[in-house]
């Protein structure tokens, strides 16, 4: 740094070089293109088209003047229903003063990954923020190989290939399931074995379940049936509940992580104080579930699955390798088998050849190199959540119970999403 030019400003080193979260920048520079009139498919930003159901948003307005400071660890009614929400969806029994409520999962796990001193262990690829976090910090970061056949999701054999090497060095693994960007949900068997590994070498799980109302079968698993004294559920109401920019998130944790949780809750009281005490109030609604919040999620997963299923099955034709999801709103395509063709149109790398769909056709999405991969292999994560999912979830009320939306469905309210898929393919293969 020349400090002639800036005499005043002093870069942590930690942070030079940083740029923005990938998946922010790519939805401005979508918002920038569009309002240039450009006609642009936004397949980079995961962000639920759902709205908050109503019941939801009533709760908000019913409580927008409740402005007090709440507790830290947050208001023991929302604390109450997110520990019965586990005992109702997933089997699992807390207390309520296990739980710690944050803006935002995001925000609890850097505060985690600040406390717990250890590695960061994920897959390649996992969600852009993961290592970006232990960066920041100066947290050692290990990453874990994966193969296509088993979704490239972690697997028991991988991590205990990494841990064997140091069997005493503390790690944080995060498990991602349904995971962002592969869709991949993790089998009971495979969640066994993987807690299997990580009891035997005491690896700190972090069960990322954000995506956990999304999945496609309503049956989701946390690995925290099979590892409960190690592991931290991470969820939230950002995905699941269509709440985003609300940013309310909440981590619950054993009983024997509890100097973990003081930790974290002292370092929350000198950063947030508190969450949001309205969207605190609404959220308690929003874990409570009910009538209503069932056909919302029933509706959602049926949609996402139909989308899911049509961006496969088109990726697949372009000779991609790409597995098909079974949650969440991603899907995470190879075009390795175009490696030649797109060399010959100066498209070198993951970066480059989403760059050149941009400016050719419109669609936006990430490059493989953000999550992890390298940036030489032609991968790149899209979204299929391009569309108004109000109307759409109307419409699909017309349909028969447990019946996927066709094709014709998906191109009457789904349009953005399947226009962005058909340029990508046409772009491939052109």
Not at 132 to 149: C, D, F, K
Request: glycine content about 8%; aromatic content about 10%.
């Amino acid at each position: 740094m020349d400090r002639r030019n800036s005499p005043w400003i002093y870069l942590n080193l930690k942070v030079w070089g940083l740029g923005q979260s990938a998946t922010l920048a790519i939805n401005e520079r979508s918002r920038e293109l569009a309002a240039q009139g450009r006609q642009i498919y936004r397949l980079g930003l995961g962000q639920s088209p759902f709205p908050v159901p109503e019941s939801v948003a009533q709760a908000l307005r019913d409580h927008a003047h409740q402005k007090d400071y709440l507790a830290v660890k947050g208001l023991p009614a929302l604390r109450q229903a997110i520990v019965d929400f586990f005992r109702r969806t997933e089997d699992l029994e807390y207390d309520a003063d296990s739980v710690l409520v944050g803006p935002g999962t995001k925000e609890l796990m850097f505060i985690l990954q600040l406390t717990y001193y250890g590695d960061l262990v994920i897959p390649t690829p996992s969600w852009v923020s993961y290592a970006p976090q232990a960066q920041i910090l100066g947290r050692p970061l290990q990453w874990l190989p994966t193969a296509p056949e088993t979704g490239l999701g972690v697997t028991p054999e991988a991590l205990d290939a990494l841990c064997r090497i140091e069997p005493e060095r503390p790690r944080l693994l995060i498990l991602n399931s349904p995971g962002n960007p592969t869709g991949t949900v993790y089998s009971r068997d495979r969640l066994e074995a993987i807690a299997e590994v990580a009891r035997r070498y005491r690896v700190l799980l972090l069960s990322d379940e954000i995506y956990s109302g999304t999945q496609f079968d309503g049956d989701h698993v946390s690995i925290a049936r099979y590892y409960p004294e190690g592991t931290i559920i991470s969820n939230g109401l950002s995905k699941w509940c269509g709440a985003g920019g609300w940013r309310l998130g909440a981590f619950v944790f054993p009983a024997g992580l509890n100097k973990l949780l003081r930790g974290m809750a002292a370092v929350a009281s000198e950063t947030f104080t508190s969450t949001s005490a309205p969207i605190q109030y609404a959220a308690v609604r929003g874990f409570q579930g009910g009538p209503d919040i069932d056909v919302y999620l029933d509706r959602s997963r049926r949609l996402l699955q139909a989308l899911a299923e049509f961006a496969h099955a088109r990726l697949v034709e372009t000779g991609a390798e790409v597995s098909c999801p079974a949650g969440g709103f991603y899907i995470f395509p190879n075009f390795e088998s175009h490696r030649e063709r797109l060399l010959q149109r100066g498209i070198h790398d993951n970066a480059s050849m989403c760059e050149r769909l941009l400016e050719e056709t419109g669609v936006a999405c990430l490059p493989g190199s953000v999550f992890g991969r390298p940036p030489t292999e032609f991968s790149t994560r899209l979204a299929y959540v391009d569309f108004d999912g109000g109307p759409a979830l109307e419409a699909l009320a017309e349909l028969p119970a447990g019946e996927l939306p066709d094709a014709h469905f998906l191109r009457t309210w789904c349009p953005r999403t399947v226009a962005g898929f058909e340029h990508l393919a046409d772009w491939i293969a052109s």
